[in-house]
């Protein structure tokens, strides 16, 4: 049974930092490209980050420079690093492989 389970969001003041994790189970997480996710109230659900088996980032044009996604295989989970956050972040993000989503984490930007 596959599951991804997201953590670590909440609320936070615009300008700092959260970091988001992702543990993954009854997935080979070694070779599996690994998403982030967010949908942000009335909005379509779009990409933030992606992270192939070899480590290849792919990042959405409005989180260059402040987010950074990474992967401990050996624990099975992915990682968002979230920095100079703005109030446009808030959303809940979600983390996904190529077929199963987790049940999100809400991110909260105050101005």
């Known amino acids: 049974q596959v599951e991804l389970v997201e953590s670590g969001g909440g609320l936070v003041q615009a300008g700092g930092s959260l970091r988001l994790s992702c543990a993954a189970s009854?997935?080979?997480?070694?070779?599996?490209?690994m998403a982030w996710h967010r949908q942000a109230p009335g909005k379509q659900r779009e990409l933030v980050a992606r992270?192939?088996?070899?480590?290849?980032?792919t990042y959405a044009d409005s989180v260059v420079g402040r987010f950074t996604i990474s992967r401990d295989n050996a624990k099975k989970t992915v990682y968002l690093q979230m920095n100079s956050l703005k109030p446009e972040d808030t959303a809940v993000y979600y983390c996904?492989?190529?077929?199963?989503w987790g049940r999100g984490t809400q991110v909260t930007v105050s101005s």
């Open positions: 996904n492989d190529a077929e199963y």
């Open positions: 009854g997935v080979v997480f070694s070779s599996a490209t």
């Open positions: 992270i192939s088996m070899i480590n290849m980032t």
